[in-house]
């Protein structure tokens, strides 16, 4: 039954929380590489770099 998918009732409950948290846990890894990535592009900037770095902790 579909209803069942994710009913910790049933089944195995390490399974359910690995079938549950793993799309989060991907989702959260895609964010943090994002993250990295946007600070080490922003922080190449020539001349405006410091700044701009600051710039993203007042708005984040």
Known sequence: ??????N???GSIPRHIINLA???IIAQLINVLY???DRVYIGRIPNVA???MGGLYVYH
Do not use: C, Q, R, S
Request: charged share 15%; aromatic share 12%.
């Open 35 to 37: 993250n990295v990535i």
């Open 22 to 24: 793993g799309p989060m």
């Open 50 to 52: 410091t700044l701009a």
């Open 8 to 10: 910790f009732a049933y």
């Open 1 to 6: 039954m579909e209803t069942d998918k994710n």
